[in-house]
């Protein structure tokens, strides 16, 4: 059943009288199932509308629907999709216990594949689930290959009946759908020979597989140990050679590289960071591929915004992962602003140190980290490690962080959202959150508790 959330005040929706808790039942005669047929059925100029209002008001719409026009209504989160996969490595089992209910589901939805970019196995698909992917167009998706041998993978999934990968993709790849796709790599199972394989495979489905990822599995203290274990430096150097190889191929035979190692590859490997023109539009950033030259990207592109921050001292937050990384980027701020930039690299006092990413802080480490510091003028923390109600992992909000600390605190996810001044037309991008005020600004990309930032691309 779809039902209705909210409504925007002056959208088409509230003129039609649509209110929090109308059920939707059909577009045209055809029955809505959650919010891809909302979208997708409501987007014509006119079509026909039944609902049953709270007070059980059966009402059927003759909607005229001018092009552009929002609907301004936001529906109730859909039931999501489970995963069927058993992986040592996934990410959820390895939560500690305590934690939002939400955070220990493992989701498996290409909806949320398509909506949010979510990694997706595609083991879960029926039959009319492939019709819908065809009939709306769903694409890009992006899909957890990990390997394309089909002993191999259902190995890695712990999954004995997940499907082929490479029939499945070329099914689709044959009807107009394109994929992102990424390979996290487990020592002993999926590298090696393996990874040759996988990319070979991949590669010879065509342009439609857009990129391929390859990460390096990361385990919490709460995970499988003695079932898998971190990939090793040599291994590490090893996975970037064949990464290499194939996107000098990619270079050659499509113009562009194609297959990419995350930043934490290379960083595990001690290999020095391809250039910013490497990634392209930086598709899996939010993978960790990237992520460090997507940020320089950025700063430069605010550079003229920046303010005059001479004599301010400015604390950065960021994980273990990009620790070593960072100081490449904070002097490129420093260089515009002049400001003092001084990273804070904490560690992950909730999931154990060898989970690295920022995005998975939790807020007692880090105000564990800053509570001291008298010294700061301004500390920025990742916003990443919030949910859309500004909450981090740990169930404190960001308001309340910021009323324990000395300083004054900014939510950001490239430095130059938090950094410009309100009123330009970059401050739009950020999140602020000083004491008790908190300004959420409209272009903020939301992210449910259904979007745990990925650690490393896992999952």
Avoid at 73 to 78: F, G, N
Avoid at 115 to 134: C, H, M, Q, S
Avoid at 235 to 240: I, Q, S, T, Y
Avoid at 367 to 378: H, I, K, V
Wanted: hydrophobic share 40%.
């Amino acid at each position: 059943m779809v039902r209705v959330q909210a409504v925007a005040p002056g959208s088409l929706g509230a003129e039609l009288g649509l209110v929090p808790g109308t059920e939707l039942h059909a577009v045209n005669g055809r029955a809505l199932e959650d919010f891809l047929d909302w979208e997708f059925l409501t987007a014509d100029e006119q079509f026909i509308l039944s609902v049953t209002q709270p007070d059980g008001d059966a009402v059927e719409y003759d909607v005229e629907r001018p092009e552009g026009l929002a609907m301004g209504v936001t529906l109730e989160p859909p039931r999501i999709r489970r995963c069927a996969n058993h992986c040592d490595f996934c990410f959820v089992d390895g939560n500690p216990t305590g934690m939002r209910p939400p955070l220990y589901i493992r989701d498996d939805d290409y909806r949320l594949s398509f909506r949010y970019g979510n990694f997706a196995t595609l083991t879960n698909l029926k039959p009319w689930d492939v019709e819908r992917i065809v009939e709306y167009r769903l694409s890009p998706l992006y899909v957890s290959v990990h390997a394309t041998d089909p002993t191999v993978r259902r190995w890695l999934l712990r999954n004995p009946e997940a499907p082929e990968i490479v029939p499945q993709l070329r099914s689709l790849v044959g009807q107009g759908i394109r994929f992102h796709t990424q390979v996290v790599l487990v020592p002993g199972a999926n590298d090696g020979a393996e990874l040759v394989r996988t990319l070979t495979d991949l590669f010879g489905l065509g342009e439609a597989i857009l990129s391929v990822s390859v990460v390096p599995v990361a385990l919490t203290e709460y995970s499988k140990r003695e079932l898998v274990r971190e990939l090793r430096r040599g291994e590490c150097r090893a996975a970037l050679a064949t990464v290499d190889r194939f996107a000098t191929r990619a270079l050659t035979e499509r113009g562009f590289p194609w297959c990419y190692g995350a930043d934490d590859l290379y960083l595990q490997a001690g290999a020095p960071l391809p250039p910013a023109e490497w990634y392209g539009e930086f598709e899996q950033r939010e993978n960790g591929v990237g992520a460090v030259r997507y940020l320089q990207t950025r700063i430069a592109a605010a550079r003229e915004w920046l303010p005059d921050l001479v004599g301010k001292r400015i604390g950065v937050v960021t994980g273990t992962a990009m620790g070593p990384l960072m100081p490449q980027v904070l002097a490129d701020v420093a260089a515009v602003t002049g400001g003092r930039f001084e990273l804070v690299v904490v560690e992950n006092a909730l999931f154990g140190r060898s989970v690295t990413t920022a995005g998975l802080l939790p807020a007692a480490a880090i105000e564990g980290a800053l509570r001291e510091r008298r010294d700061l003028d301004l500390s920025l923390v990742p916003a990443e490690a919030v949910n859309d109600d500004l909450v981090f992992i740990d169930e404190v909000s960001a308001a309340d962080l910021a009323e324990r600390l000395p300083m004054p605190v900014r939510l950001s996810y490239d430095f130059a959202d938090a950094l410009v001044e309100r009123g330009t037309r970059n401050a739009e991008r950020g999140t602020q959150v000083e004491g008790r005020s908190r300004h959420r600004a409209r272009c903020v990309v939301p992210r449910s508790d259904f979007r745990v930032p990925r650690l490393e691309g896992q999952g």
